[in-house]
């Protein structure tokens, strides 16, 4: 049974780029969440997709974006890269019928901005 | 404000030894609070969850405690390994899916 699947795991961008990461949920998950987590921080909550809809976001700005498949696979898009967007993107999936609030982490992708 | 304040911020322990972590929080409306260990590089993986009528929640050497009423939580490691050198975030749920991460306690064990 895999657990969630990020890819890629690492990736190096120019200031001003576009970046896609994606995420495959945990079998009979249906809801992905992303979080970006700086050096030595916790993880900082970005947005959340339920049936391919942004169910609820944090502060972050526009430049950031997603979106869920109808297969629950998530995709996050960051737009007019700034060097401060380098950090691990985590990506979670939840929905588990025994206990729907229970999220399982993927590994995360390693962002660096250049 | 909702907040997850972690202490201490890192910890150095010898092999062998225990140690406690802490976690206060004021989230509100309080739904759930969880424990995860996260490796360096890697995503957190989940330790222990309790919700309000639960006090106490054991994971093999890990044992976590919370006090609903002061809005405090600790997360016990007994006879620590290298291995469990890792951060160890608090994470608390209130109600409407609002999630608030801790900073994270950074553990190192030493041999």
């Known amino acids: 049974d895999a657990g969630v699947t990020q890819s890629p795991t690492h990736l190096i961008k120019t200031r001003g780029q576009q970046v896609t990461l994606r995420c495959s949920p945990k079998?009979?998950?249906?809801?992905v969440s992303w979080y970006q987590q700086a050096l030595g921080q916790g993880p900082q909550f970005i947005f959340q997709?339920?049936?391919?809809?942004?169910?609820q976001r944090g502060n972050f700005p526009d430049r950031f974006s997603g979106h869920q498949f109808p297969n629950y696979s998530s995709e996050l898009n960051v737009n007019a890269l700034l060097l401060g967007d380098s950090a691990l993107y985590l990506c979670?999936?939840?929905?588990?019928?025994?206990?729907?609030?229970?999220?399982?982490f993927g590994s995360g992708t390693r962002l660096t901005v250049v | 404000k909702n907040q997850v304040e972690q202490s201490p911020q890192s910890l150095i322990i010898l092999e062998g030894k225990n140690c406690t972590l802490q976690c206060n929080y004021t989230v509100s409306p309080f739904s759930n609070l969880r424990w995860y260990k996260q490796d360096t590089g890697r995503g957190p993986v989940s330790l222990t969850i309790?919700?309000?009528?639960?006090n106490t929640k054991s994971n093999g050497r890990y044992t976590a405690t919370l006090d609903a009423d002061t809005k405090q939580s600790s997360l016990h490691i007994t006879a620590s390994q290298l291995s469990d050198s890792a951060s160890y975030i608090c994470v608390v749920s209130g109600r409407g899916f609002k999630t608030i991460f801790g900073a994270g306690t950074r553990l190192f064990v030493k041999a």
């Open positions: 079998s009979g998950h249906d809801t």
């Open positions: 979670a999936s939840s929905g588990d019928r025994v206990d729907r609030r229970a999220n399982t």
């Open positions: 997709y339920y049936e391919e809809e942004e169910r």
């Open positions: 309790m919700t309000f009528s639960e």
